[in-house]
Every structure is written in C-alpha cells, then in structure tokens.
C-alpha cells in the first residue's frame, strides 16, 4: 500500500507542477489577450466559449468520466475506447460543418467570425484530448500527458509574446489557441499508436450510427447528466447575463476574476486525473486497500486547497490587479467571493470516491439538486442583485 501511495504523490506533484506551469502560460496568455483585445471583445470571446463548452459537454455525455471507470476495471474495455473517441470526433466534425453553415446564414464581421471558430474549434479539440487521454491515465502514462499540456504552455507563449511585439492583428492571438489545441490531438494520437499500439484508424473511423450512439449514451447516462449540469453550472454565467441584456464588458470583468480561481483549483484537478483510475482500479479488487488510499490523499488535499483560499481572500486586490491592470478593479469583489470555491476540489475529490465505488446515482442527484439550482437561481436574483450574485 505504501508503494502505491509513494507512486500517486510522485505523479500527482509531477503532474501539478507541469499542469501548474502549463496554467501559468495559459495566464499569461489570457493577460495578452485581455491587454490587447480589450473587455469588450474578451467578453464576447468568453462568451461563445461558454456556448460551445456546454454544447459539447451534451455530446460527450459523459464519455470521459465513464472510460476512466471501464478502462481501470474491464480488460475488453479497449473496444468501448475505440467507440466513444471516434464518436467524439465524428461529432466535432458535424459540429463544425453546423457551425460553419450557420455563418452563412447569419453573417458576421471579421473579428466575430474569428471569436466564433477559435471558440469552436478550441472546445472541441480539448474535448478530444481528454476523451483520447483516459487511455493514457488508465495505463499509468499521466506524465506524457502533463508534459504534453507543459509543451503547449511553452509554445503558446512564445507565439504570444512574438506576435505582440510584432504588432500582428488581435486576431491572430485569438486563432492561435484553436490551432495549438488540435496539434495536442495528433501528439495524443501518435503516442497511442506508437507506446500503446492502438488502431487510430478506428479511432477517426466515421461513426455516426443512431444505434450506436443510443448504446454509448445508455451506458453513460449517468456520467453523461452529471457533465452537463456541471458544464452549464460552470458556464451559464455569460449567457445568463447576455439575455438579461449586460454588457459584455461585464463578461469579461468576471472572467478575469474566475482565472485567478481557476489556477488555484488546478491542483485538485490535477491529482484526481492521477487518482481516479486508481480508486475505481484498487475498488473492483480490494476496498481494503481503497478505504486507505483514499483517507491518505484526503487529508493533504484539503489542507492545500484551505491554505489557497486563505492567500486568495488575504491578497485578491493586489493579484487583480498585477495580473490585469487597473481596469479590473470590479473584478476584485467577484476574486473574494470565487476564492471560497477554491474548496471545491476537495468536494470533487469525495464525489469521485463514490463514483469509483459504483454509486454514481447518488451524485447525479446531489448534483441534479445543486447544479439545477444554480441557473434558476442567478436568473431570479441577478435582476435585482446585480452580477455580484454570480459570485
């Protein structure tokens, strides 16, 4: 037990650290893009990613939740891998061809048309990686993934640094992300033929059969409700905001804020990619030994995400600012109120045990409950409130 304890911290702080540095990048780069294109176009940036991040979260349906379970506890689970990553790609790519469609039909300006595809094709490539990914964390391969995301950092800030003292067009800042995110998939794809010895041509196989996907979605509905109440409670803030006619200014002042609250939560993020397989993996052959691994990690992690949260209220004004400027001094209230969500990681932690333990049912309703709730509720009260309740 020891042995396999030893082996979980030393991947969960290689990952952190890489995951860690590679989030910094992705700061870094969301301060020149902020700098450079504005609130406004930020906000309007933020929002289509909202948009498509929650439409794609209906059709993966829980995939990548669902294999990381399967892939850790059935040896023939390979063959569901095969169906659900080249159904994932085969829907991206319907996706796309909608979305391109539906600039025909509703045109829009250069910068907007630029906005929407890097939303698009930005969610979806992610999409993709994780779901191609669940076979690199069940094979014990979180390094190269984490390594992988660390090389992406990298590039993408000596892209962006380059193209702003080259004075390139904003666009080329926003486009850049798109295309880096697809990059990632092939890098996944060759290092599953080449380590694992998968077939990729059943991976990018077409495969749109209603049948099959009715089979896939059976398997995973419960995966699938909990990823998408997840989503839309993670991503409603700027829709919820568009339709009660805020300005997109405010979008990208909340936005800010929740950067900041994203680097901290990584952590937890971070660790359960590598303890998850495990748990579901020790649960199918000793819950003995899963019962102490889990009280094990438990601990450490709630008394990292608690230091976080304190450094995080203490010094929300200052980090504001010094990441983005005196512009975003109303961001500051949404940074004290997001830092107690800082938490939250440690409460996903408890909801993967459950799942690993095959009682998923319990947290789709707790989640039905809290994440139902949440739109409603900003909905009511952000008439009246103001976007403070958001926070």
Not at 98 to 123: E, G, K, Q, R, W
Not at 194 to 219: C, P, Q, R, S
Request: hydrophobic letters at 55%.
């Amino acid at each position: 037990m020891a042995s396999a304890l030893s082996k979980i911290f030393k991947d969960s702080i290689h990952v952190v650290v890489t995951q860690g540095f590679t989030y910094l990048t992705s700061a870094i780069w969301g301060v020149l893009l902020i700098r450079w294109i504005g609130p406004d176009t930020f906000g309007s940036y933020i929002y289509y990613t909202s948009l498509f991040s929650i439409i794609i979260s209906v059709f993966q349906f829980g995939t990548i939740a669902f294999l990381s379970k399967e892939l850790n506890t059935r040896e023939t689970a390979v063959s569901d891998f095969y169906v659900h990553s080249s159904l994932q790609i085969s829907i991206a790519l319907v996706l796309f061809a909608l979305s391109i469609l539906y600039l025909f039909v509703n045109p829009l300006d250069n910068m907007a048309i630029v906005i929407y595809l890097s939303s698009f094709l930005i969610t979806s490539g992610d999409n993709i990686s994780n779901v191609l990914t669940t076979y690199n964390f069940s094979k014990s391969d979180a390094k190269f993934v984490a390594n992988t995301s660390m090389l992406r950092g990298v590039v993408l800030i000596i892209l962006g640094f380059l193209l702003f003292f080259l004075k390139a067009p904003p666009y080329f800042i926003i486009a850049v992300p798109a295309i880096i995110s697809w990059l990632r998939v092939l890098f996944y794809l060759n290092r599953l033929k080449n380590k694992f010895n998968l077939e990729i041509k059943k991976i990018l196989a077409f495969n749109l059969k209603i049948k099959g996907m009715f089979h896939v979605y059976k398997e995973s509905w419960v995966f699938g409700c909990l990823t998408i109440l997840t989503t839309i409670a993670a991503y409603c803030d700027p829709l919820i905001l568009k339709n009660l006619n805020f300005r997109e200014h405010d979008f990208g002042v909340i936005a800010a804020a929740s950067r900041l609250r994203g680097l901290v939560s990584l952590t937890g993020g971070a660790i359960l990619n590598v303890i998850f397989p495990k748990l579901a993996q020790d649960y199918s052959r000793s819950p003995r030994r899963f019962s102490y691994l889990f009280i094990s990690i438990f601990k450490p992690i709630f008394l990292i995400n608690l230091a976080m949260c304190s450094v995080l209220i203490l010094f929300s004004d200052n980090l504001i600012i010094l990441m983005f400027g005196n512009r975003f001094q109303e961001a500051i209230p949404f940074m004290l109120l997001f830092s107690i969500g800082t938490l939250t990681p440690v409460l996903t932690l408890l909801s993967s045990a459950v799942i690993a333990t095959r009682m998923e049912k319990k947290i789709l309703i707790s989640n039905l409950i809290i994440n139902g709730l949440n739109p409603i509720l900003k909905l009511f009260f952000i008439p009246f409130v103001g976007t403070i309740f958001i926070g």
